[in-house]
């Protein structure tokens, strides 16, 4: 498919510099609005040529392309979805405003002609509501726009080329011009910068999930290795059948909604008022049990707003914090050097919040109780002594472990019993976090967000921090875990409990799932679906040219490509950053929490944004050989 140009400027003489951004998801879109916002006071004018590439349309790109299923929802509120920095984000560059999803659909509402939807998706937006979670459909409608409305707003020096193609290799001298190979054009795309934006990737199969693919192949059974939910062939999930999941996060919700209403299932509301859901099945459905490490859901959304005074963050992990981790010599331990310091922050929002929204649950003034909680060690004996004197209701009292793994040392005598207990584990998480009663939960979210920004400063810190990061604060809406609770009164879904491991049977040609949760009890099965994304990876990563530079660059510990903290340079090989090379997101160590963000929240990947194309505009002025 050739290029298809958006004019900006007529022909004049001589060749452009130019600036390839591989990736037109959210990522990419943000770049193309720092561009926007940066050219005017970088440029100076001069022209540009910016090329886009990637197979799918700019905007959504892959993930949030408009052509998956309408069943599929975002896992945020409309008024919590925004792809502009604000005042909050900590930048060099200027803030430009715009809506955020919630506001976007308000303007379509009010008869912006600039924004146009096609009939499904703009009876959504009709009827979308601030703190209503949008389904994927409206968001990639909001993500295109977005990226028209950035590259409308390019100085007229600069040339968009939108390429419809896969990158496949990128080469080039260190101090030269770059050369990009897109799939079917015969001769490189020659940039004087590239930025990857690649998003989430496919990756070969583990050794782990070799074995278990070369069993089914063997078996004749169906194995579905990690990948993205809408991409999954579920053909082969049929009905009636016990299909083992392994994985109980959003993944998991995904395909949950595609095996039951995406099969003709549906569910009504009861007559008690109390919201619960009645599921009634079309016959299609497969049976689902489902197991993982802490054989719970992610935690429920929170259904309702701040009020009040905000705790001030950061507080015990804040950028002299960081600065002094990351200066101590040898890799940092995640569970000795940053954990502990992960705790109290989270503990000091909890309790800033108790004290003052909920202060009849205390025994002591907060400014009292702040100054003994800053002078003891994170962890201690005397921060427990503290708290446990201070707050009498041990419900009150923030118990990270207990949040974490739930199911920690319960035993069940049999599945029936298990099924009871997750059933009420889910509604209580429900109960807790649409009751304002408990708005020190609400802190403890505002933290995490405060937390992860910190965190990105220090790189790869291993896989453990975005994990419970992602339980806690990215967890799916209220009404979906309402849908879980009806599945799992009807049989459809059924639990297998915490630690949950699979095994194979030759003999039988069988996938067996045991847990800690039942002991003795053997769940099996002729399916299993690995429900979660690849592990981001450069090593096995499916993508051709990140998989190309794997003998150039730097990959950290956990795989990751290693770029420059401050501005996305990558590394290479020998630690130097790369003066035309940067990466942004999750196969970097550069992480964020996600490409769109909070709005007020100092969103890691809007400073990253600004920040790579700072130093990118900049690179297009220096000589080049």
Same mark, same amino acid.
């Given at each position: 498919? =050739?290029?298809?140009?958006?004019?900006?400027?007529?022909?004049?003489?001589?060749?452009?510099?130019?600036?390839?951004?591989?990736?037109?998801?959210?990522?990419?879109?943000?770049?193309?609005?720092?561009?926007?916002?940066?050219?005017?006071?970088?440029?100076?004018?001069?022209?540009?040529?910016?090329?886009?590439?990637?197979?799918?349309?700019? $905007?959504?790109?892959?993930?949030?392309?408009?052509?998956?299923?309408?069943?599929?929802?975002?896992?945020?509120?409309?008024?919590?979805?925004?792809?502009?920095?604000?005042?909050?984000?900590?930048?060099?560059?200027?803030?430009?405003?715009? =809506?955020?999803?919630?506001?976007?659909?308000?303007?379509?509402? *009010?008869?912006?002609?600039?924004?146009?939807?096609?009939?499904?998706?703009?009876?959504?937006?009709?009827?979308?509501?601030?703190?209503?979670?949008?389904?994927?459909?409206?968001?990639?409608?909001?993500?295109?726009?977005?990226?028209?409305?950035?590259?409308? @707003?390019?100085?007229?020096?600069?040339?968009?080329?939108?390429?419809?193609?896969?990158?496949?290799?990128?080469?080039?001298?260190?101090?030269?011009?770059?050369?990009?190979?897109?799939?079917?054009?015969?001769?490189?795309?020659?940039?004087?910068?590239?930025?990857?934006?690649?998003?989430?990737? !496919?990756?070969?199969?583990?050794?782990?999930?070799?074995?278990?693919?070369?069993?089914?192949?063997? /078996?004749?059974? %169906?194995?579905?290795?990690?990948?993205?939910?809408? #991409?999954?062939?579920?053909?082969?999930?049929?009905?009636?059948?016990?299909?083992?999941?392994? $994985?109980?996060?959003?993944?998991?919700?995904?395909?949950?909604?595609?095996? %039951?209403?995406?099969?003709?299932?549906?569910?009504?509301?009861?007559?008690?008022?109390?919201?619960?859901?009645?599921?009634?099945? &079309?016959?299609?459905?497969?049976?689902?049990?489902?197991?993982?490490?802490?054989?719970?859901?992610?935690?429920?959304?929170?259904?309702?707003?701040?009020?009040?005074?905000?705790?001030?963050?950061?507080?015990?992990?804040?950028?002299?914090?960081?600065?002094?981790? $990351?200066?101590?010599?040898?890799?940092?331990?995640?569970?000795?050097?940053?954990?502990?310091?992960?705790?109290?922050?989270?503990?000091?929002? /909890?309790?800033?919040?108790?004290?003052?929204?909920?202060?009849?649950?205390?025994? +002591?003034?907060?400014?009292?109780?702040?100054?003994?909680?800053?002078?003891? @060690?994170?962890?201690?004996?005397?921060?427990?002594?503290?708290?446990? &004197?201070?707050?009498? #209701?041990?419900? !009150?009292?923030?118990?990270?472990? @207990?949040?974490?793994?739930?199911?920690?040392?319960?035993?069940?005598?049999?599945? *029936?019993?298990?099924?009871?207990?997750?059933?009420?584990?889910?509604?209580?998480?429900?109960?807790?976090?649409?009751?304002?009663?408990?708005?020190?939960?609400?802190?403890?979210?505002? +933290?995490?967000?405060?937390?992860?920004?910190?965190?990105?400063?220090?790189?790869?810190?291993?896989?453990?921090?975005?994990?419970?990061?992602?339980?806690? +604060?990215?967890?799916?809406?209220?009404?979906?875990?309402?849908?879980?609770?009806?599945?799992?009164?009807?049989?459809?879904?059924?639990?297998?409990?915490?630690?949950?491991?699979?095994?194979?049977?030759?003999?039988?040609?069988?996938?067996?799932?045991?847990?800690?949760?039942?002991?003795?009890?053997?769940?099996?099965?002729?399916?299993?679906?690995?429900?979660?994304?690849?592990? =981001?990876?450069?090593?096995?990563?499916?993508?051709?040219?990140?998989?190309?530079?794997?003998?150039?660059?730097?990959?950290?510990?956990?795989?990751?490509?290693?770029?420059? =903290? $401050?501005?996305?340079?990558?590394?290479?090989?020998?630690?130097?950053? /790369?003066?035309?090379?940067?990466?942004?997101?999750?196969?970097?160590?550069?992480?964020?929490?996600? +490409?769109?963000?909070?709005?007020?929240?100092?969103?890691?990947?809007?400073?990253?944004?600004?920040?790579?194309?700072?130093?990118?505009?900049? @690179?297009?002025?220096?000589?080049?050989?």
């Amino acid at each position: 498919m =050739p290029a298809s140009p958006v004019p900006h400027t007529p022909d004049v003489h001589g060749p452009a510099p130019s600036l390839a951004i591989v990736g037109a998801g959210p990522r990419g879109t943000c770049l193309v609005e720092r561009i926007a916002a940066n050219a005017p006071e970088l440029l100076g004018g001069a022209r540009l040529d910016l090329h886009i590439v990637d197979p799918y349309p700019p $905007g959504g790109g892959r993930v949030w392309r408009h052509d998956q299923s309408p069943l599929l929802w975002m896992n945020s509120m409309a008024e919590d979805v925004t792809m502009y920095s604000d005042a909050s984000v900590e930048q060099e560059g200027p803030v430009r405003n715009g =809506p955020s999803l919630a506001t976007w659909a308000a303007r379509f509402r *009010d008869g912006d002609e600039t924004i146009r939807l096609d009939p499904p998706t703009a009876a959504e937006a009709r009827r979308l509501g601030p703190r209503d979670f949008a389904g994927r459909r409206l968001q990639s409608a909001y993500l295109s726009w977005v990226y028209r409305r950035a590259v409308a @707003a390019l100085p007229s020096g600069v040339t968009v080329h939108e390429h419809r193609r896969r990158a496949l290799r990128l080469s080039g001298p260190r101090e030269g011009r770059q050369l990009l190979w897109l799939q079917g054009r015969p001769r490189p795309l020659v940039a004087d910068i590239v930025v990857l934006a690649l998003g989430h990737l !496919d990756a070969e199969p583990e050794p782990g999930e070799q074995a278990l693919a070369a069993f089914a192949a063997t /078996h004749g059974l %169906t194995y579905l290795p990690p990948q993205f939910t809408a #991409d999954s062939d579920l053909e082969g999930l049929r009905p009636g059948e016990a299909v083992l999941v392994r $994985g109980f996060g959003l993944a998991f919700i995904d395909l949950m909604a595609l095996l %039951t209403e995406g099969r003709g299932g549906r569910f009504s509301a009861g007559a008690t008022g109390t919201g619960a859901l009645t599921y009634h099945p &079309s016959g299609q459905e497969p049976v689902l049990h489902v197991g993982s490490r802490r054989g719970v859901p992610y935690r429920a959304k929170t259904g309702y707003t701040w009020h009040g005074e905000l705790p001030p963050l950061p507080r015990f992990l804040g950028p002299d914090r960081i600065e002094e981790l $990351g200066g101590r010599p040898g890799p940092l331990d995640y569970r000795r050097d940053i954990r502990p310091l992960v705790e109290k922050e989270l503990g000091f929002a /909890h309790y800033h919040r108790l004290f003052t929204a909920h202060p009849a649950r205390t025994r +002591a003034a907060w400014p009292d109780f702040e100054e003994k909680y800053a002078a003891c @060690a994170p962890g201690s004996a005397e921060l427990d002594v503290l708290v446990s &004197s201070s707050v009498p #209701d041990p419900a !009150d009292r923030l118990d990270l472990d @207990a949040l974490d793994t739930p199911l920690a040392g319960l035993r069940f005598p049999d599945g *029936d019993a298990l099924q009871d207990a997750l059933r009420a584990h889910i509604e209580a998480d429900l109960a807790r976090r649409h009751n304002p009663c408990h708005s020190p939960d609400l802190a403890v979210f505002l +933290a995490l967000l405060s937390v992860y920004g910190q965190l990105a400063g220090l790189g790869d810190t291993g896989a453990e921090w975005p994990g419970f990061f992602s339980y806690l +604060a990215s967890g799916p809406p209220g009404p979906r875990l309402r849908q879980l609770l009806a599945l799992s009164r009807a049989g459809v879904v059924r639990f297998l409990g915490a630690d949950t491991t699979v095994d194979t049977d030759p003999r039988r040609g069988t996938f067996l799932a045991r847990s800690a949760s039942v002991p003795g009890r053997t769940v099996e099965a002729r399916a299993l679906v690995e429900a979660r994304l690849p592990a =981001p990876t450069v090593a096995r990563s499916r993508d051709p040219l990140l998989r190309g530079l794997r003998t150039e660059v730097s990959v950290t510990p956990a795989g990751l490509l290693a770029v420059h =903290p $401050g501005d996305g340079r990558v590394l290479g090989r020998d630690g130097r950053p /790369h003066p035309r090379r940067f990466a942004l997101g999750p196969h970097t160590d550069a992480r964020s929490a996600g +490409a769109f963000a909070r709005p007020g929240s100092n969103a890691v990947a809007f400073r990253q944004n600004d920040a790579v194309v700072r130093r990118a505009l900049r @690179a297009l002025s220096q000589p080049l050989r």
